[in-house]
């Protein structure tokens, strides 16, 4: 049986989530959805389907103190350190190169929301099943609206297995995000799926392909590898030869230049939980659409979300908007307005 | 001269203003608008006019801390302590008692706005001036609006003066809050005026009219006056006697039942600040209609009132929404659902 590795990436801080989220506490560490943080959901997920074996978490020094109070001692879990952030490319390589070259690697943001996580063990199955047939696999994300946030995959010819019993196609071509009107398109025609940062990869293939289309980059991180140091179950990269790594998204080194992109459709009840409408959706609640965390009383109110830490919030007379309170921070804002929380004073200079 | 004693009456807790005005720091002595209370501002109103003699506060024991500490040893000025809360032909009657026959009193509520206090003098002088020919003067105010929340005054013949140069109306009818139809109809109409609980009564005349129209009344409260006890500037009611006297408005015991009703017209920029709506139109406001104090960002907002007394409050994409900030407790409320903030669990349960 095909023996997967998740890939845990712990980077970002989600400032759009501020004032939960701050630079002390990010948004992966955060309980935004059920009683676990959003990081300990991603463990769960895939500790779950039996044959994962442990994960390899891959983080930076700011995040560390927090993904290992979050580990909890799971068994065999490792810590990858990185000495600085360099996106997802040198990220997947570092812990690449820290496996054997048949394992396949199940690489997954740390800050997304899954509802149904038999669906993501099923695509997780499949997805696997190609790449070690050799696909570099893209978890194509059933789009459920025209969102503009997101990049898409078009979906190609039929890949995987000797009949396609893998349910794996081809990517027909690589989107950036794009306009409404374009997103609009996309799903009224079908056959596109978000892109959601969900990977598999056969190490060995994986490390071939990065050397083929960024040479510099993969020989840098295999530096950083090389001179770097163990200790117990974190290991840190060489700072010096990290620092030459480029920057760079693996759909950009990677996935937009291999001839071997593939994606299996998920369809999981995912979201990015990408800004507060976004949380809002993502949450249970009541018949008027609305949500409560804390001491709040609603009248007259629809489709507000309210969470308070503190002080009782009381709403009158509200549709569509999310308040928050976080210590000395309060929020409130429309739903259409939750895009701009990042660009908040607060949020900017936290 | 006509001598003219100011009566401030200070009764009501406001629990439209919660979660700022609480039972603890009621409506009257909070700086809702500008620097001083509006219990200050009912004073110092009254002050600069400068031929007024030293105010009469009536108030209850619960505001009597309030009271005194905003009285700021203002000379000669009074207070009554009443044994429980009557309403106001009880709260007027007791001053009356305590005051020469041939006195005018001005009944001020303390817990109203004035933006224009040179047209409230005029006002007042003028009201006096009936008062001391015998009529039972109402302030006329202004109709700006189609307020549901108000008595309304029909506007009677001209009186006062020789030649009517004090420039008052017989009051043709007194009319209950009326419904927006009819609200809308006596603006369209004109000749009403809203009946903002502001008097100028000759002290004998007015206790005249109560014992004639309401004789318990006056007589249980002369009892109460004649068994009470004085304690330097505070006199205290006998409360037995007090016990038995009815609580009525001084509207339905007098005004509506005396043959001697008059009004003055007063232009003079008054709010009750019933509500947090209320109470943001009264403020100074940038163009966009906002009004902020305390630490907040507002964006993209239009007509939003925020204040808080601690945390910085950041606010996105919202129009015609109030937001407040005090201690435990956290408002939102529509402009159109400040209505409803005394019904609020935090309100009624303070």
Redesign the interface.
């Known amino acids: 049986m095909t023996r997967i590795t998740p890939v845990i990436l712990c980077g970002g801080s989600g400032t759009r989530l501020w004032?939960r989220s701050r630079a002390s506490k990010p948004k992966p560490f955060l309980p935004l959805v059920g009683e676990e943080t959003l990081f300990e959901q991603a463990l769960l997920r895939c500790r779950e389907a039996a044959h994962f074996d442990p994960a390899v978490v891959v983080t930076g020094q700011a995040h560390l103190a927090h993904v290992e109070a979050q580990l909890c001692g799971l068994p065999g879990a490792r810590v990858i350190v990185e000495p600085a952030a360099k996106n997802t490319a040198a990220a997947i390589a570092l812990a690449a190169l820290r496996l054997p070259e048949d394992e396949i690697m199940l690489v997954c943001p740390s800050d997304h929301h899954i509802a149904d996580c038999e669906a993501f063990g099923a695509a997780a199955r499949s997805a696997a099943a190609l790449a070690a047939e050799g696909w570099l696999v893209s978890f194509g994300i059933e789009a459920k609206s025209p969102e503009t946030g997101f990049g898409y995959l078009r979906r190609g010819d039929g890949v995987g297995g000797a009949n396609g019993e893998l349910g794996g196609f081809k990517v027909a071509q690589f989107i950036e995000k794009p306009d409404l009107a374009r997103a609009e398109q996309f799903l009224a025609e079908g056959g596109y799926a978000w892109n959601g940062g969900i990977f598999a990869f056969r190490v060995g293939t994986f490390l071939d392909e990065l050397r083929e289309h960024r040479p510099r980059l993969a020989e840098a991180v295999a530096r950083a590898v090389a001179g770097g140091r163990e200790d117990g179950h974190r290991f840190h990269p060489d700072p010096a030869a990290f620092a030459e790594v480029e920057s760079e998204s693996v759909d950009y080194a990677v996935m937009e230049n291999t001839a071997r992109a593939a994606m299996v459709p998920a369809d999981m009840g995912w979201s990015d939980i990408g800004n507060w409408q976004a949380l809002h959706a993502a949450r249970p609640r009541d018949g008027a659409g609305n949500a409560v965390s804390g001491k709040a009383?609603l009248?007259?109110c629809r489709n507000v979300l309210v969470e308070?830490d503190?002080?009782?919030?009381?709403?009158?007379?509200?549709e569509d908007?999310i308040?928050m309170?976080d210590?000395?921070?309060?929020?409130?804002?429309?739903a259409?307005?939750?895009q701009?929380?990042g660009?908040?004073?607060?949020a900017v200079n936290q």
């Open positions: 004032p009383e009248v007259d308070s503190g002080p009782r919030v009381s709403v009158i007379g509200l908007v308040g309170v210590g000395d921070e309060i929020l409130v804002t429309s259409a307005g939750a701009k929380v660009k908040l004073g607060g």
